[in-house]
């Protein structure tokens, strides 16, 4: 299985809501990743967890809270966003660190109205 | 700070030619792995080819392969016969040791014409 799932596919929110996305990876591998993403544009990373521990923030807005459960699982919590914060989240997990191949998930498309 | 430079942002290919994607990087490290990513439209990004920089020959995966000049700071990517599949997104990407980010460059649109 070299999958990695994210739900929703697709979010729509209000600026006072509060919604979570959530990854998952079987793979085994212990770094995981979130990026965002605009249109034609590269993703811009977010946060590293690696070996289930946050190594890497970088300067996210605290409206966007991480967390990783276990090995397997990544979350995002969203609260009282931005209209400008409406992007592609894309979840990543490699094997150890970035020096490996990172396998992408489809993403949450998030509209915040 | 490493950079990561794409300078065309769009490029077009016949099907069966064969096509060059340009990448510059600069860093400071001797030591560091760069990447191709393929993100097709609404699709999911997936990794084209990966190089370690301490390796002197260049990385090739089937119709993909990179011309690695590390004096120079170059790794572009050449797409052989190519197909209708391969339209894509394609960013080139750097990362240092084990503790940095992948860094990304701007992205080229490659469009294969029939």
């Known amino acids: 299985d070299t999958e990695v799932t994210q739900t929703p596919k697709h979010l729509v929110m209000g600026m006072t809501n509060k919604k979570s996305l959530k990854c998952e990876q079987h793979?085994?591998?212990?770094?995981m990743y979130w990026y965002k993403q605009k249109a034609k544009k590269p993703p811009e990373l977010m946060f590293v967890y690696s070996y289930e521990k946050l190594s890497i923030n970088e300067s996210v807005p605290s409206r966007f809270s991480p967390e990783c459960p276990n090995s397997s699982l990544l979350n995002l919590h969203l609260h009282a966003l931005q209209p400008e914060d409406s992007a592609l989240y894309l979840c990543?997990?490699?094997?150890?660190?970035?020096?490996?191949?990172?396998?992408f998930g489809p993403g949450t498309r998030l509209t915040v109205t | 700070a490493q950079t990561v430079t794409q300078s065309q942002p769009e490029m077009s290919v016949q099907e069966a030619e064969t096509v060059t994607l340009s990448c510059t990087y600069d860093?400071?490290?001797?030591?560091?792995?760069l990447f191709w990513y393929k993100q097709p439209p609404s699709r999911q990004m997936i990794l084209v080819i990966r190089q370690e920089a301490y390796k002197q020959q260049n990385a090739t995966e089937n119709r993909f392969s990179v011309n690695f000049q590390k004096a120079a700071k170059s790794f572009s990517l050449k797409i052989s016969d190519s197909q209708l599949g391969d339209a894509a997104m394609y960013f080139c990407?750097?990362?240092?040791?084990?503790?940095?980010?992948?860094?990304f460059g701007k992205g080229i649109t490659l469009s294969v014409r029939p």
């Open positions: 990407a750097y990362t240092g040791g084990a503790n940095s980010k992948l860094t």
């Open positions: 990543a997990s490699s094997q150890r660190d970035s020096r490996y191949e990172q396998y």
């Open positions: 793979m085994g591998h212990r770094a």
């Open positions: 860093t400071s490290e001797s030591d560091y792995y």
